[in-house]
């Protein structure tokens, strides 16, 4: 049987349309699918919609609609967004569907009744958009320390989850899985800032409003958006239901991907719930940062949104994909702004992938008619010290990919691209065609193509169809060449032979005026 690796997004708010800040995680979720696919595993990757609460009701009715006909209209947009980014979900679920329903209500009678949950009285300040209530010390200058909108006072009779109970089996489990959190400080920050000072009982139950799942013993009662919603990630697999092959197989998940926002509900509630219901924890829930604008968040009014849809149908989904994914430093937001695109697009994806293609190919061309020399000799002392430190590099790709450091990993892929890049000049396959030294010729050539083969492999998670082109370009054919497998030593290249002409995979763009192009956009012109 192969390894199965099971990863999930989070569900988003079906509440607008998503920018490209929205589809990042997304993004980043299909990459880590088509990866481990690649190194042939049994992947599974689990998106969807997070459809209620007071703030879903409320756009609803904004829109003239009811609560059902519109959230299934907005998971109908975001799985026609996901498609136009090329994304492989296995599963897309929607918390009104209601195999997802059910278990929830399942799952809450079964924590009653396991005293995990107990009936209180809940009183504080309350955040609409955020669905969330905060201590008054919580508060940032009286207004809501997430979102920084005004907060009401509510009270009302609802239900409590013990947090208390399970903090420090939380801490010991974090102690012992150096692995469960990524980046590292996210475990620091949660430890200080909420597990440290006293995890207080989370509030499971809402009464001021009816578009959420009914407690079955007690109906006037909604279940919490959080508790309902993060249950997604285990009712998709069918858990507590009647068929639960599917989280016999992928659970626990190899990696949960969620925004540094959400990140206290995931490293948090998330581990205790699974505790309480006796399931084992994800491997490793990986934390991320924002995609924001010079000038701070993304938003309508200060006129810097971006959709993915205009920089899909203007460059491409891959130069999109690769833009979002290698923009986002582990540590730090990622900026968008029109400049760095076009300046990522030109150098890295024009001038750096493009080129080094487009000129072997041609090379072999001119050369071999087209027909890629099959060994690997070393007629040449440069291909050995070239090979040492190329294959260096893909090792130094594996170790951050690993650590889920993606931007630094296609980093070292993009090394790579420049390591072969230098090779064409070391070699200067131009002299040694004019000195007619065809063994060094032939092994120039050789080990070209070899490496732009491995290049391939490498992107392909991340841009599929400029893998593709590469590929075809240089007449690697058979699928089992590009695998993941291949990459470790070098093959023989038998009856391989190059396109004809090279089309250029990217074409330099002309900076002032698209950069011109996507500011007006951003203005909504
Ligand atoms: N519904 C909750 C998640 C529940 S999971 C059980 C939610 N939804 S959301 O639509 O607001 O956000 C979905 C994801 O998008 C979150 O991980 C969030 O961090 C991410 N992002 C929203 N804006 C973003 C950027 N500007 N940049 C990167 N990610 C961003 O939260």
Redesign the pocket.
Known sequence: MKDTFYITT????PSGKF?I??A??TVLADSLKKLNQLKNKDTYLLTGT?EHGQKIQQVAMKNGKEPKEYVDEMADMAKKLWKTMEIEYNDFIQTTEKRHEVIVQKVFERLLAQGDIYKGKYEGMYCVPCETYFTETQLVNGKCPDCGRDVIKMEEEAYFFNMKKYADRLLEYYETHPDFIKPEYHKTEMINNFIKPGLEDLCVTRTKFDWGIPVLSDPKHVVYVWLD??L?YITALGYLSEDDTLLKKYWPANVQI?????AR?HLIYWPIFLMALNLPLPKTILV?????MKDG??SKSKGNVIYPETLVERYGLDATRYFLLREMPVNQDGIFSPEAFIERYNFDLCNDLSNLVNRTVSMVNKYFDGKVPENQTHANPIDEQFEKEAQNQIIQFEEKIENFEIADSLKEIWQLIARTNKYIDETAPWQLAKEQETEKLASSMYHLIEYIRKIAILISPFMKDTAQNIFNQIGIKDKKLQMWDTLKTNIKLENIQVIPQGEPIFMRLKADEEIEYLKNIMKGN
């Open positions: 989070p569900i988003y708010y920018h800040g929205t990042y995680t997070d919603a993060l997604n969620v925004g540094k926002d959400i509900f991320h940062n924002w995609i924001v968040k993304m």
